[in-house]
């Protein structure tokens, strides 16, 4: 797929989900069901979103909600409790904290100044709305992104793995559970690779929920004893745009931003919906100063879509 068409691609698959957010605007709106109508898995689509669209899921629907009250209130049709039911808030109290700390003063302060024009000023979104009646228009942050991104196959291979579920930062632990296990038995040699697959957005998925693999690839399995909570588990095969990261673990969660959100829609390949994001470790946080630790960062693409470009 060219360039441009691709780009089109995941505005217009961006743009679908604004469209559903719009036309539900005062109801419970899940990241799932908007992951759904884009077509995207969750994990995958909020990064695409929030790179596009320059606002979190969430942060965009309680700043639209609150841009409608807004103009609700300056109409004087509604009081400020009917106002709250029909933007979809469950009591006064939650709505009027909100409405405060983005506006800055009460909704009340609205109806007590008998104020009948909106000359409050929204600011610069990419997501803007309009209202009577209400509608989005959707203009997408295309940021230049001077990635230095290859693309690779890796075929599939058995590995080795120890699920966790909790939050990222605690995957150190995982790997030094699996590895010094693996090492004193010899499952580690020199080509062995480490693995770390993440299942999650901790941007949106709560810290205690967030879902993470951390493995070692292996020969075959009939020559690696396991016991629990290790677990036999295929590496999934495919074409990968990969870069590489020098430096501190904690930044991998930017990196993944920028690549799915900003160069992943500019480039000519699209996202596969069915495998994580990838970690590959180059060298051990044991014994490499945290400035030199070397990770390949890895997000999976859709064979067709490279295909299409090597023929070109």
Known sequence: MKMKKTTE???DR???SLDYICQNLNQHIS?????EVACFSPFHFHRIFRGLTGE?????????RLE???HLLTQGHLDVT???FEIGYENLESFSRAFKKYFGFNPSHLLAHDIKTGPYNFGNYAVRAEFSPLKL???????ESPMNVTIKEIKSHPIVYIHHVGPYNEVGNVFKQLLPWAGSRGYIKRDTAIYGFSWDDPSVVPAHQLRYDAAFSINNEKDIKIEPPMKFGTFPGGYWAITRHQGSYTKIGNIFQQMIGSWLPQSPYLIDNE???LDIYLNSWTNTPEPDLLTDLCIPLQKSSVQDIKSN
């Open 9 to 11: 691609f995941y505005i």
């Open 14 to 16: 961006i743009g679908r």
């Open 31 to 35: 990241l799932d069901k908007l992951a």
């Open 56 to 64: 979190t899921v969430a942060d965009l629907i309680r700043r639209l």
């Open 68 to 70: 409608y009250a807004y």
């Open 82 to 84: 009917q106002t709250a």
């Open 137 to 143: 228009t959707f203009e997408p942050v295309i940021k």
């Open 275 to 277: 495998r994580p994001c």
